[in-house]
């Protein structure tokens, strides 16, 4: 997996180009399985780009770039 660095703003604009191009992957591709391995793809990215513009909700991270929930 690479890692996508940059301010907040930018990490939510690549992961939405590579959903993007994902979409655009899936819609060239004839095989229900592998259309549907590139839309979820695809679906996965949006969620990262919109975890991204949420508020963070007392996430704190660790070391290594992992999450953990503070209750």
Do not use: F
């Given at each position: 997996?690479?890692?996508?660095?940059?301010?907040?703003?930018?990490?939510?604009?690549?992961?939405?180009?590579?959903?993007?191009?994902?979409?655009?992957?899936?819609?060239?591709?004839i095989?229900?399985?592998?259309?549907?391995?590139?839309?979820?793809?695809?679906?996965?990215?949006?969620?990262?780009?919109?975890?991204?513009?949420?508020?963070?909700?007392?996430?704190?991270?660790?070391?290594?770039?992992?999450?953990?929930?503070?209750?």
């Open positions: 997996m690479v890692a996508i660095a940059g301010t907040r703003q930018e990490r939510r604009s690549q992961y939405l180009k590579l959903a993007a191009e994902a979409e655009t992957s899936a819609n060239k591709l095989d229900p399985k592998a259309k549907a391995a590139w839309i979820d793809l695809a679906v996965t990215c949006v969620l990262m780009a919109s975890e991204i513009s949420e508020n963070d909700g007392g996430r704190k991270q660790l070391s290594g770039g992992a999450h953990y929930w503070m209750r």
